[in-house]
């Protein structure tokens, strides 16, 4: 399995960058996914998931109404869209894959190499 993230970059505040995390090895439909961030020196944090069908949605409070997340099934493909950015938003951003409900979790299956994302006051 193989999840490939990109995207990820230097950007001002108030500025959006769209994350992308092309996943191969897998029923990539069949799978639930997930992106996290990790801050230096903070833990992993889950920031948004989506379930397998695109039904189920989860957003973390420090997200809600700045980040979508959305799949392509068809091209194996999950993004992340993260408009109004925030200095506190920098971090390392992970995609990853899980099998089983819930999404809201941060026990997912698989990983990808992570993009890191910085934001400039």
């Known amino acids: 399995v193989q999840l490939q993230a990109c995207g990820g970059g230097l950007v001002q505040a108030g500025g959006s960058l769209r994350l992308s995390c092309a996943a191969s090895g897998l029923t990539f439909s069949s799978y639930h996914m997930g992106w996290f961030r990790q801050a230096p020196g903070k833990e992993r944090e889950l920031v948004a998931a989506i379930s397998w069908s695109g039904v189920g949605i989860y957003y973390a409070d420090s997200v809600k109404g700045r980040f979508t997340i959305s799949r392509d099934n068809a091209k194996n493909t999950v993004y992340l869209q993260m408009n109004s950015l925030k200095p506190e938003d920098t971090a390392v951003y992970y995609c990853?894959?899980?099998?089983?409900?819930?999404?809201?979790?941060?026990?997912?299956?698989?990983w990808g190499q992570g993009t890191q994302v910085t934001v400039s006051k």
């Open positions: 990853a894959a899980r099998n089983y409900n819930p999404i809201w979790t941060s026990n997912y299956d698989y």
